[in-house]
């Protein structure tokens, strides 16, 4: 089966985890700062939070946004449930805004409407959770002017997304937003195994998002109330998690990052060539505007046919040994959410965008000649 994802390891990549592991420190040693430097080094936000997954990293976020209890959280309905459950997590409760047809992203134009109603009944979000989907940004500009008439803070889920850049600047810089979280699961674009990070260019947020990470524990006397009994004293001053990565994958993460260029590259090679050939075909790939550069995490496209024709091409393609997927189900439609009450009716393009979705085998290992048997599969299924 040719996956629809898959990581690419090297022997670099091997050496650099056995060194920990013959190490004396399998978790907080100098790994995960080192990895945490060369991140925010990278993307250019000032502060890198790891920790070991990007479930947790958005956890964090949203706690250190301030989300509680009585929270208003927005964010898209085509993600992964992560992005909504870390919310829920904190006591808030999610709304969606709905996508654009052809960026996939959320629609600027629905988030300005649905505000707009929002101030009238005066039930503003706090925060907006915006989704990055396959690894191409969301219109940040735009979005952060929102933000700056309406007053709401803004997380960026760039799971899919380390490595893009929209404009000039790489994802995660944090310039229109307040906290960007990467993902590392094997799936996406780097890996450590499981892992993910919080970008800041706050120090405040940074540091609450440290603080809880482990435990809500510090050794920092000037966080203290009173005087350390001695050398061996900490203080919990939070209710915190243990949401440490460890530095055997910490070890991967830096490995891995020095080829994020090279990746980042090799799916934008192959994404152009997906287009290319399935141009004649009635299916519609994802819009990306041209001065953003795509991640590429995953390639989905749109079938033009109804919600059985999709499931044909699914099933065929998956006979063949093309193992597509579907990103994603809409969240409100799973039962979790549906027992929240959500009307489908409201997110009219998320919908009818679900009902034609598919995503085909994407990763920098992806030959072209397995490339040329995905579209010709495809070719043969909608005929
Ligand atoms: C993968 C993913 C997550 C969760 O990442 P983990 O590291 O597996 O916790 C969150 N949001 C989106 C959009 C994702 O694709």
Same mark, same amino acid.
């Given at each position: 089966?040719?996956?629809?994802?898959?990581?690419?390891?090297?022997?670099?990549?091997?050496?650099?985890?056995?060194?920990?592991?013959?190490?004396?420190? $399998?978790?907080?040693?100098?790994?995960?700062?080192?990895?945490?430097?060369?991140?925010?080094?990278?993307?250019?936000?000032?502060?890198?939070?790891?920790?070991?997954?990007?479930?947790?990293?958005?956890?964090?976020?949203?706690?250190?946004?301030?989300?509680?209890?009585?929270?208003?959280?927005?964010?898209?309905?085509?993600?992964?449930?992560?992005?909504?459950?870390?919310?829920?997590?904190? /006591?808030?409760?999610?709304?969606?805004?709905?996508?654009?047809?052809?960026?996939?992203?959320?629609?600027?134009?629905?988030?300005?409407?649905?505000?707009?109603?929002?101030?009238?009944?005066?039930?503003?979000?706090?925060?907006?959770?915006?989704?990055?989907?396959?690894?191409?940004?969301?219109?940040?500009?735009?979005?952060?002017?929102?933000?700056?008439?309406?007053?709401?803070?803004?997380?960026?889920?760039?799971? %899919?997304?380390?490595?893009?850049?929209?404009?000039?600047?790489?994802?995660?810089?944090?310039?229109?937003?307040?906290?960007?979280?990467?993902?590392?699961?094997?799936?996406?674009?780097?890996?450590?195994?499981?892992?993910?990070?919080?970008? &800041?260019?706050?120090?405040?947020?940074?540091?609450?998002? +440290?603080?809880?990470?482990?435990?809500?524990? &510090? +050794?920092?006397?000037?966080?203290?109330?009173?005087?350390?009994?001695?050398?061996?004293?900490?203080?919990?001053?939070?209710?915190?998690?243990?949401?440490?990565?460890?530095?055997?994958?910490?070890?991967?993460?830096?490995?891995?990052?020095?080829?994020?260029?090279?990746?980042?590259?090799?799916?934008?090679?192959?994404? $152009?060539?997906?287009?290319?050939?399935?141009?004649?075909?009635?299916?519609?790939?994802?819009?990306?505007?041209?001065?953003? $550069?795509?991640?590429? %995490?995953?390639?989905?496209?749109?079938?033009?046919?109804?919600?059985?024709?999709?499931?044909?091409?699914?099933?065929?393609? +998956?006979?063949? /040994?093309?193992?597509?997927?579907?990103?994603?189900?809409?969240?409100?439609?799973?039962?979790?959410?549906?027992?929240?009450?959500?009307?489908?009716?409201?997110?009219?393009?998320?919908?009818?965008?679900?009902?034609?979705?598919?995503?085909?085998? $994407?990763?920098?290992?992806?030959?072209?000649?397995?490339?040329?048997?995905?579209?010709?599969?495809?070719?043969?299924?909608?005929?």
């Amino acid at each position: 089966m040719i996956p629809y994802g898959r990581q690419d390891i090297s022997d670099e990549d091997v050496d650099a985890v056995i060194d920990v592991l013959r190490s004396d420190f $399998l978790t907080q040693g100098q790994c995960v700062p080192s990895f945490e430097k060369a991140v925010s080094e990278y993307c250019g936000g000032k502060y890198a939070v790891a920790v070991n997954s990007a479930t947790s990293a958005l956890h964090l976020a949203c706690l250190a946004s301030g989300v509680t209890k009585g929270s208003l959280v927005w964010t898209s309905p085509i993600t992964f449930v992560a992005s909504a459950n870390c919310a829920l997590y904190c /006591g808030a409760q999610v709304d969606f805004v709905d996508i654009d047809p052809e960026t996939f992203n959320i629609s600027v134009n629905s988030l300005e409407q649905k505000l707009k109603q929002a101030e009238l009944t005066n039930c503003l979000p706090d925060v907006l959770i915006v989704v990055h989907f396959a690894g191409s940004s969301c219109d940040m500009e735009q979005i952060d002017s929102l933000r700056q008439r309406y007053g709401f803070k803004i997380i960026e889920d760039a799971s %899919h997304a380390i490595g893009g850049s929209y404009g000039d600047s790489k994802i995660g810089v944090c310039i229109y937003s307040d906290i960007t979280v990467f993902s590392f699961h094997p799936v996406k674009i780097i890996t450590t195994g499981e892992g993910g990070m919080a970008v &800041t260019s706050d120090e405040l947020l940074a540091d609450k998002m +440290r603080l809880l990470r482990s435990h809500g524990i &510090t +050794r920092d006397a000037e966080c203290m109330s009173g005087d350390p009994d001695g050398g061996w004293y900490y203080q919990q001053i939070e209710l915190g998690f243990n949401y440490r990565m460890t530095d055997v994958q910490a070890a991967l993460g830096v490995s891995q990052l020095s080829r994020l260029d090279s990746f980042i590259q090799k799916r934008n090679q192959l994404a $152009l060539r997906y287009y290319e050939m399935i141009s004649a075909l009635p299916v519609s790939a994802q819009c990306v505007p041209g001065e953003n $550069l795509s991640a590429w %995490h995953i390639f989905p496209v749109r079938l033009h046919a109804g919600k059985e024709i999709r499931v044909k091409v699914y099933n065929q393609l +998956r006979a063949a /040994g093309v193992g597509v997927n579907v990103h994603y189900i809409p969240v409100f439609l799973q039962p979790y959410y549906k027992k929240l009450g959500f009307d489908p009716a409201d997110f009219p393009n998320a919908l009818e965008y679900y009902h034609g979705a598919i995503t085909l085998p $994407l990763y920098p290992g992806l030959s072209v000649a397995d490339q040329d048997y995905v579209v010709s599969c495809l070719e043969e299924s909608l005929r």
